[in-house]
């Protein structure tokens, strides 16, 4: 008769293993946790052209971009965190109703084998409008920050995040996104 060598289960990741043979083939199996951090390069700021106070249509932005080699992980799982200042200065003067917009569109891309794919896209609207004064003024500096969780096939993907201008409305003096900060965390979920 074989005889069972029980051992504690925290020796194993906390899975309930009945002997030490078991428990090495569990680890085999699954190999002790790998985290992966890594920061953006080459981040650039978003400086709109504005021409007689209207900003130029249809500009488009890479503000950071992250490569990430994942081909140790197991079902790779990423979380994406990205931050920047949103920073604007406009107003309005010949109107009944006085308006400022601002509408950007964040994209995050995602390039894994030669393949380009927008994998999420967040809405930046800052809009106010009022009667009743003879001009509106506004500067405005707002932080814009998004969090995202993906799972990426293994291998080398680069996430790049991306701003576009939808519209605006209003005399603009200057029209900004600054500071821009990506970075990515990855673990296998064994």
């Given amino acids: 008769m074989r005889e069972v060598n029980f051992i504690d289960d ?9 002997d030490r043979d078991d428990c090495h083939h569990h680890e085999e199996k699954c190999k002790p946790e790998v985290i992966i951090l890594e920061c953006g390069h080459r981040p650039q700021d978003a ?3 504005i021409e007689e106070g209207t900003v130029t249509p249809d500009q488009e932005f890479v503000l950071d971009r992250v490569r990430i080699d994942m081909a ?4 790779p799982m990423v979380k994406i965190e990205f931050s920047s200042l949103v920073v604007f ?8 109703e006085f308006e400022v ?3 950007l569109l964040f994209s995050l891309v995602r390039v894994s084998k030669g393949e380009r794919e927008v994998v999420q ?3 930046y609207l800052y809009n106010i409008a009022t009667g009743g004064i003879t001009e509106l003024t506004v500067e405005m500096s707002q932080p814009f920050t998004v969090t995202y969780c ?3 096939c293994p291998g080398t993907c680069e996430y790049l995040m991306i701003v576009e201008g939808n519209n605006f409305v209003g005399d603009f003096a200057t029209m900004r996104v600054i500071r821009p900060d990506l970075s990515v965390i990855a673990k296998s979920i064994c």
């Fill in 47 to 49: 400086y709109f052209e």
């Fill in 10 to 18: 925290r020796d194993c990741h906390g899975i309930k293993i009945r």
């Fill in 89 to 96: 200065e406009a107003e309005d003067t010949e109107a009944e």
């Fill in 150 to 152: 993906d799972k990426p």
């Fill in 101 to 103: 917009e601002v509408d």
């Fill in 72 to 75: 140790c992980l197991t079902k």
């Fill in 121 to 123: 896209t967040w809405r």
